[in-house]
């Protein structure tokens, strides 16, 4: 995250190993371990006017000032039905993604087609410290993934269909060069499919040459 543009100054939030999260500032040149009580490991990170944000195991927010001072918040509405949660940037606003079952053995049905999970997207809302739900994501395409997760509007990929989810495969029961390992939500329709069951995203997501596979 940049903090100075002028200057080239910025910070990163990271894990040091076998210890807790920490923040590396150019200023220090450095990385400062941050005092969270009851440290868990983050689900989701994301930056957002000057600072970041994250999202641990427990649904607990953390928020990191570029002074390393940090608080915490859990929101008003907790969700016991969620299984994967994931922070991103969506136009001016950062979205809470949560991936829901009604009960935990659901999650771990090895057939995505007989899979109950849906998903729950909130705004943060900075004033309040809290999360507030919202219906759906109107216009936009929301692509998660563990290391990287962003979103669009549907109009700037051509192909895509507004308001709906792509993410890959958590449950590594297909091969990784297979359609089936791309998988994908749309709140109009409440499920999830792979882009195997859907013709016009086969074409966009065509499946890489057997070399770049053996070679990756």
Wanted: aromatic letters at 12%; a negative charge; one cysteine or more.
């Amino acid at each position: 995250m940049s903090l100075d543009a002028e200057n080239n100054e910025f910070m990163v939030l990271g894990r040091l190993p076998f210890k807790g999260p920490a923040v590396y500032r150019s200023i220090d040149g450095s990385w400062t371990e941050l005092q969270i009580t009851q440290p868990v490991s983050f689900e989701g990170i994301v930056s957002y006017k000057s600072k970041f944000y994250a999202i641990d195991l427990t649904g607990r927010t953390i928020v990191v000032e570029p002074t390393l001072q940090l608080h915490t918040f859990q929101r008003s509405r907790p969700s016991y039905k969620t299984r994967k949660r994931w922070l991103l940037n969506s136009g001016d606003k950062v979205l809470l993604v949560e991936m829901c079952t009604e009960r935990r053995a659901d999650f771990f049905i090895p057939n995505i087609r007989e899979k109950k999970i849906w998903f729950e997207v909130s705004e943060l809302d900075v004033e309040r410290n809290d999360w507030n739900q919202v219906e759906d994501v109107d216009d936009r395409v929301l692509f998660l993934e563990q290391y990287c997760s962003f979103s669009c509007l549907a109009t700037e990929i051509q192909g895509f269909r507004a308001n709906s989810i792509i993410f890959s495969d958590l449950w590594g029961g297909t091969n990784l060069n297979e359609h089936e390992s791309i998988l994908v939500y749309e709140f109009n329709e409440q499920g999830v499919r792979s882009v195997e069951d859907i013709p016009e995203y086969v074409e966009l997501f065509p499946s890489p040459p057997g070399w770049v596979i053996s070679n990756a």
